[in-house]
């Protein structure tokens, strides 16, 4: 089992940011794709970004671009992604994944694995 684990999450305010953390011990983190994928209360699953193992390719759900950036460090088993002008729309859970999504063709495997699925974090974007 891959374990992944995600921090950063929090309550903010509308047009604020935050920075969500997804780091592991447990595997070659530089072999694998990684995405975030969130969900809200009532609402789908979606894929919000990936990022290619090596190339830094990356993609987003048109609901995030121009607001979200992925990114990762191999060398420090992390990725993060950076969410600024936050939503009330972005409130959900948002779990990091690995080897889980596509960057090239922007697809996103949604059923949850937990062996691939991070705990997650929750978002909270409230005046």
């Known amino acids: 089992q891959l374990q992944l684990v995600e921090s950063g999450g929090g309550l903010v305010q509308p047009g604020g940011s935050l920075r969500l953390s997804c780091t592991t011990s447990?595997?070659?983190?530089?072999?694998?794709?990684i995405g975030w994928i969130r969900q809200a209360p009532g609402r789908e699953r979606e894929g919000v970004s990936c990022?290619?193992?090596?190339?830094?390719?990356?993609t987003y759900a048109d609901s995030v671009k121009g607001r979200f950036t992925i990114s990762r460090d191999n060398a420090k088993n992390t990725a993060y992604l950076d969410m600024n002008n936050l939503k009330p729309e972005d409130t959900a859970t948002y779990y990091c994944v690995a080897d889980q999504c596509n960057a090239y063709y922007g697809r996103y495997i949604l059923e949850y694995d937990r062996d691939y699925w991070g705990q997650g974090t929750r978002v909270t974007v409230s005046p």
């Open positions: 447990s595997f070659n983190f530089e072999n694998y794709a």
């Open positions: 990022i290619s193992r090596t190339d830094g390719t990356t």
